[in-house]
């Protein structure tokens, strides 16, 4: 990879000079959905696809970006000293964000950039390429000037620049699972206070699949406010007579006590799906401690009905992917990740007969909705990290 970027590089810029090498994962979250906002637990892993980047200092305070992914946009010009956003950047933004919020930090750096971008994770597929340029710039931009910014504050700043600077109400975890992944591990992080463990993915004879149902996403960010806000109205309801600051706070037994708190049947199947989530988290991630796959593949099968039935975010397609997954001897978990309403399954599936296994809930989920889906077979990667 190292090889074709900096002949890419070459190619775009003609200037010679030192070329230093970057890269930040994708992820997929295992299991804990649309629980981060609620303090619960989440189980990413980060992948090995990506986004690389091939950057050069410059003498002035010029930056100068050009991905290979939109060679339609060619070099797009910035300067240090104008970071404000603007729409007609595109991906850049993501990138001049970081900068931004660096800055905001008093950490300006004195000199630009060229940088040759990269990414190899799969348009649509949810596997969050946004937060993966965000951290991938942010570790180039802490290296080549020094700051040596501790991590945590790192996933912080590049959560911020997705919220303030770009606009979107994100959670933590993408950012997170993409600073401090470890190939072969899951890391559970508890989303209230950042605390995280990992456990070793140890998928012998598995794989994940990520089953992309190619329907567009069209109602999630406005069901995401929604949920979030009914959430929130349950806290309060709860918060009456107990003593909590997230649902996720309790556990099923102290829930199921106070649920006559919950006025309305659809808030009280919000917050009963953001425990009983957190709780399924948890159990997942003892399961796969003890290196027990079914018990972790049946707590995402759970996982998938809680989001259809008590949550509500799933939807005609991701059911009909999910379901034709289940039917599969060889598939131990499947269930929605991401917004819902669209997007993308993952699967933990036998690596015996996986492209039979492909071709029958392909066949399943197009009889079904008339759609043609994408299959990607993705494997656990590392953090955001220089490359050497």
Known sequence: MIDHLKQEFDKIFHESGELRYFFAPGRVNLIGEHIDYNGGYVFPTAL????????????????????????????????????????????????????????????????????????????????SSSASIELAFAVMWDAVNGFSMDRVTMVKLCQRAENEYIGVNCGIMDQFAIGFGKKEHAVLLDCDTLDYEYARLKLDGYKILIANTNKRRGLADSKYNERRQECETALSELQEKEVVSHLCELDEAAFNEASHLIKGADRLKRARHAVTENERTKKAFRALEDGDLPAFGQLMNDSHVSLRDDYEVTGKELDAMVEAAWQEETVIGARMTGAGFGGCTVNIVKEDGLDETVKRISQRYTDQTGIEPKFYVVTTGDGAKELT
């Open 48 to 127: 090995d696809v990506g986004t690389y980047l091939a950057v050069r200092k410059r003498s002035d305070r010029k930056l100068r970006f050009y991905s290979e992914n939109f060679p339609q946009m060619g070099i797009v010009e910035g300067d240090l000293d104008d970071l404000a956003y603007s729409q007609a950047d595109d991906w850049v933004s993501y990138a001049k964000g970081v900068l931004y919020m660096f800055m905001e930090e008093g950490m300006t750096g004195d000199k630009g950039f060229d940088v040759y971008v990269f990414g190899n994770i799969p348009n649509g597929a949810g596997l």
